[in-house]
């Protein structure tokens, strides 16, 4: 008799920025032979990609965006933006980060093909917000759900000036000209700052 073979295992890690899923997601990649993730933009594959290079090497590493390919031949771990995986190629594990852009009305049609049909062959992870997970449920009834706290703590300190902020404070603003106006004072004066635009629309040339 022969003995039956395990279903590959699907799990959803959602919860809220800053808890580690994509830190997960590539511990686990790493466990397996072969292995893909989607991200949502080229900046997060290429930042990825240098963190798995950094642990792997070069040459078992590939980057695959719309913008940039980077292919070697003995390439064993795919990061690569969402829209570009190559996902007729088999590997043993796969992931997609930002699953809750299933209800972009851009992109979404992208990820809900990922979700439906992108599967590694051992494992399959899905990476995001909580707001995702009553879709998932009806999605993919079989997949394992993982919740994670958030590391830090975001708490909100009043208003400030802006020389008074202290290291790591988010600064929230309701434009992406008031974002990029923020964002160059502070480069000014404390060095440096990331700036996340969310739904904004860019500003006006």
């Known amino acids: ?25 590539i511990e686990r990649m790493l466990g397996h032979r ?5 991200f ?13 290079v950094s642990l792997v090497g070069p040459r078992h590493v590939a980057l695959v965006t719309g913008e940039e390919k980077i292919i070697p031949p003995t390439a064993r771990y795919f990061l690569c ?5 190559p ?5 043993d594990f796969l992931a997609v980060d930002e699953i809750q852009l299933c209800a972009d009305p851009e992109r979404g049609h992208l990820f809900t093909d990922r979700l439906l049909r992108a599967r590694g062959q051992s494992e399959t992870m899905f990476l995001g ?16 759900f993982v919740s994670r706290p958030r590391f830090s703590k975001l708490s909100y300190s009043g208003p400030k000036k802006l020389s008074r902020m202290k290291r790591r404070s988010a600064i929230v603003a309701f434009s992406a000209s008031d974002v990029y106006a923020l964002a160059e004072q502070i480069r000014q004066t404390s ?3 990331a700036v996340v635009l ?3 629309e860019p500003p006006d040339p």
């Open 40 to 52: 949502p933009l080229r900046l997060l594959a290429r930042e990825n990609y240098d963190r798995v």
């Open 191 to 193: 060095g440096g700052a």
């Open 129 to 144: 917000s909580e707001t995702i997970r009553p879709v998932l449920r009806k999605l993919v009834p079989e997949a394992e």
């Open 34 to 38: 072969t292995g893909m993730m989607g």
């Open 1 to 25: 008799m022969s003995t039956p073979v395990n279903p590959p295992k699907i799990t959803a890690v959602l919860g809220p920025t800053n808890t580690g899923k994509t830190y997960l997601a």
């Open 81 to 85: 933006t969402v829209e570009s995986m």
């Open 198 to 200: 969310g739904a904004l």
């Open 87 to 91: 996902v007729t190629r088999l590997v």
